[in-house]
């Protein structure tokens, strides 16, 4: 079993600020804390959870504990609203920063040492569901020996890499995004995969508890 415990930074800024991924724009952040244990394009893998009957009867869902590779599509449940269905969550890409990009989050000694990677994810909409201005579920960095890294969500704009949100025109059918997702390496340390633990909307589908078991790609 991974002991590694996955830490969330926090900092009061006007512009910025941590805290936990919100799944839809509809939410409230929550305060600051430890992240709990933990989801490009291609089809999605045989290993996958029957849709139930409504919006999203035309998706075929993830199963949790999926382990995909880079630029492998994650088909997971979803809601917005009141409107529910299915996003295709894509990692196409992690790329490597420099410790002196985090200048501008104020995070001192807190990422003393840490490197930054941006996670470049591509967000679509498969069941035509009206999910404007919503935003992408909790998703973390995996260190090379598969632990999650220190994880950190940017609230506001930060230009290295910018989560962003599905916008005005998300509300059909095979509409896309794409986001970014900051993750943190410590020293001697590099984000090697992704993953997908939002669990949130486990009820919509079976098999979709990606809080217990990520999606995961590496």
């Not at 409504?54 to 999926?66: I, L, N, P, R, V």
């Not at 919509?204 to 590496?218: I, R």
Request: proline residues 6%; charged residues 20%.
């Amino acid at each position: 079993m991974r002991t590694a415990m996955p830490v969330a930074l926090a900092v009061s800024a006007t512009a910025m600020a941590f805290a936990l991924s919100g799944c839809s724009s509809e939410e409230t952040p929550a305060p600051p804390i430890a992240t709990p244990p933990a989801a490009s394009s291609s089809a999605v893998p045989s290993s996958s959870a029957a849709a139930p009957a409504g919006d999203s009867a035309s998706a075929e869902y993830t199963k949790q504990g999926t382990k995909l590779k880079i630029g492998e599509k994650a088909v997971v449940p979803f809601k917005s609203q009141k409107n529910t269905g299915a996003i295709g969550v894509t990692v196409t890409g992690i790329d490597k920063g420099v410790e002196a990009d985090l200048a501008p989050l104020k995070l001192g000694d807190r990422a003393k040492g840490m490197t930054p990677y941006y996670i470049q994810v591509k967000v679509t909409n498969e069941t035509g569901s009206d999910f404007s201005y919503s935003s992408l579920g909790l998703m973390n960095g995996l260190l090379a020996d598969g632990t999650k890294g220190p994880h950190v969500t940017v609230i506001g704009k930060f230009e290295k890499c910018d989560s962003g949100n599905s916008g005005k025109a998300f509300t059909t059918k095979g509409a896309s995004y794409n986001s970014c997702v900051l993750a943190l390496a410590p020293a001697g340390a590099e984000v090697k995969g992704a993953s997908y633990s939002a669990s949130t909307y486990r009820d919509l589908a079976p098999e979709t508890d990606y809080g217990k078991e990520a999606v995961t790609w590496q």
